[in-house]
């Protein structure tokens, strides 16, 4: 096969893994660079240097310009480009999404892709916008399928293309279209039409599609989020599976005079002073940034190296098991963001299922922690405790003698026994002290083992601290008191 993804390690629906196409393998997830050959602020050269493994540009750009047309096709992209890493090229979609139409066709710039050398090529999908009607959307999405039925058709199932996954706004077309590109036989999938979400903050929208697409697309493709975005996004997608980001920001932000941070953007006019580890924020003041002569490519330097840095730091979230912390964090740099994340998490049940077992530890962050996969799973598996007739659960108070068996309590999981006290999540599990949102979530971990295990009596035991509130969560449940 062309294109071949592994997943080594994961996290949520999130993975670490290689990208193989043709020799060549990259690491995943992977930012893509957007090259435009006519600008280039920081050159492809130099992005290799930096550890940029794979990039991309648009081949529609290149198939209609006089000065890079025929070198393309004579000396090969990476001639032209001067790199020798993964090359992805587009199609000229996004074109077509911001002037209606394009002059070529879905076999011509598949050919011409083919013809200049590109390692991954992108077929003519029409990027629906999501202010699209239901009617528009499926006539648009028809015409992407039967586009990506060509391609497979003239090309052979072999050749390294990627298929967009369409849709719109509509979950139910989102996750047709994941289906019937799985179906072709695509194993590079690439979510489109997502930009104008990304570019007005709706994330709890981008979570919504990107999960239903995710729904019918096999788990073993490698999954390409078109267009995004900016850094501090990357880990919000990455814990819903998507392994590929193609990027301008960090050109476009430049020319812009924005400053990327991975939990937002400055202004170069608002900056005091520049808080970054890349060199050009420690050669430089933001006085001598702001009146650099070279300041736009200063900037995108900078911006390049505080994406790539976010990469590299999701990559080692993925290995630790610490995503969804990385998420959280991220997720608090906007309102909308967050909004996203919450999102996210009511779709725990699912994700749930393919989260891993052990991870390094579990920080608590706050409420939205008690939501996370993590907990869902521990009380999932109370079920699977074997218990005697009658079971103390010692919450905060004293443990007596007397019972079958005696259970401790860990907010937000609940109920553990002692042998599972070193174990993950309960042993590495940090908390503050306990707030009202864990005490709470644990009660349903009682609860859960209560339904679990009618035959058994289940007494609780705690102190007056918390008494009252047990007593609200869980007043129909016999307490150690009662006992006496
Ligand atoms: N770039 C950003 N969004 C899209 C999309 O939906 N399709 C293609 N081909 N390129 C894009
Ligand atoms: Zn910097």
Redo the contacts with the bound molecule.
């Keep these: 096969m062309a294109i071949a993804f592994e997943s080594l390690y994961s996290d949520c629906a999130g993975r670490c893994g290689k990208l193989t196409v043709g020799k060549k393998t990259i690491k995943t997830p992977a930012l893509l660079p957007v090259i435009n050959p006519h600008l280039q602020l920081v050159t492809p050269k130099e992005m290799q240097q930096m550890g940029v493994e794979a990039l991309i540009t648009n081949a529609y750009i290149f198939s209609q310009s006089n000065q890079f047309r025929a070198r393309a096709l004579e000396e090969g992209l990476h001639k032209v480009l001067d790199f020798d890493g993964v090359i992805m090229t ?2 000229g ?2 074109q077509l ?1 911001v002037y209606g139409q394009v002059a070529i066709t879905n076999t011509e710039t598949l050919s011409f892709q083919r013809d200049i050398g590109s390692d991954i090529w ?1 077929p003519l ?1 029409i ?1 629906t916008s999501p202010a699209a009607d239901r009617e528009t959307t499926e006539r648009e999405l028809a015409v992407t399928l039967q586009r990506l039925t060509e391609a497979k058709e003239v090309f052979g199932s072999d050749a390294p293309i990627a298929g ?1 996954v ?1 849709g719109g706004i509509f979950e139910d077309l989102r996750e047709f279209s994941g289906l019937k590109v799985t179906e072709l036989g695509f194993s590079f999938c ?1 979510i ?4 104008p979400l990304m570019e007005s903050y709706r994330y709890r929208d981008l979570v919504k599609v990107v999960m239903a697409a995710k729904r019918t697309i096999s788990p073993s493709a490698c999954v390409h989020l ?2 995004a975005g900016h850094p501090s996004m990357f880990a919000l997608a990455t814990a819903m599976g998507c392994d590929l980001f ?1 990027s301008a920001a960090y050109a476009l932000y430049a020319k812009d005079g924005r400053y990327l941070t991975a939990h937002g953007s400055y202004r170069i006019e608002e900056l005091a002073d520049l808080p970054c580890a890349c060199s050009v924020c420690r050669s430089n003041t933001a006085e001598e940034l702001r009146s650099a002569p070279d300041r736009e490519r200063l900037l995108a330097l900078h911006n390049l190296y505080v994406t790539l840095a976010e990469i590299s730091r999701i990559r080692q979230a993925i290995v630790d098991g610490t995503l969804w912390e990385l998420v959280d964090e991220r997720c608090r740099g906007h309102p909308q963001l967050l909004s996203g994340y919450r999102a996210l998490l009511g779709y725990a049940p699912v994700l749930a299922e393919h989260d891993r077992v052990s991870k390094r530890r579990f920080f608590y962050r706050g409420d939205e922690s008690c939501r996370r996969t993590e907990v869902l799973r521990y009380q999932q598996q109370l079920a699977r405790l074997r218990l005697g007739k009658s079971v103390l659960v010692v919450i905060d108070g004293k443990s007596t003698e007397g019972y079958d068996d005696t259970l401790f309590f860990r907010p937000p999981f609940g109920p553990y026994p002692a042998e599972l006290r070193e174990t993950f999540p309960i042993g590495p599990c940090e908390l503050p002290e306990w707030d009202d949102a864990m005490v709470r979530q644990g009660c349903r971990g009682i609860r859960a083992l209560a339904d679990s295990h009618p035959g058994s009596r289940i007494v609780l035991s705690c102190s007056p601290v918390w008494a009252g509130f047990i007593r609200q969560e869980l007043g129909d449940m016999e307490t150690a008191d009662d006992a006496v």
Excluded: I, L, N, T
Aim: net charge negative; no cysteine.
């Design positions: 587009d199609s979609s996004f999404s992108v999908d990027p967009p369409q690439a489109g039409a997502v930009v078109f267009g193609d």
